[in-house]
């Protein structure tokens, strides 16, 4: 099952690989080199410690510009029931 690596090296799993793995977009994988040079891909049992420094996630900036907006609407009607 041949595959390309992207500029950025990221590679799609085929479906083959994935169902046999039973992998769902955002589960975690893990990689091992082998002595002889091969690569073994397992689906990770539990997530990966978090550092102490990580922020929380990012949001994306027009989520965050929705958000505002849908504050400001809430504020605005609040504001007016006085």
Not at 22 to 28: K, T, V
Not at 36 to 45: D, M, P
Request: aromatic letters at 2%; proline letters at 7%; glycine letters at 6%.
């Amino acid at each position: 099952m041949p595959t390309r690596i992207t500029v950025k090296g990221q590679v799609t799993l085929p479906k083959r690989i994935r169902e046999v793995l039973r992998l769902s977009p955002g589960d975690y994988l893990e990689f091992d080199v082998t002595t002889r040079g091969e690569i073994l891909v397992r689906k990770a049992q539990e997530l990966p410690p978090r550092s102490a420094g990580s922020r929380a996630r990012r949001v994306h900036p027009r989520v965050a510009a929705q958000m505002r907006r849908r504050a400001a609407e809430l504020l605005a009607l609040l504001r007016g029931l006085d």
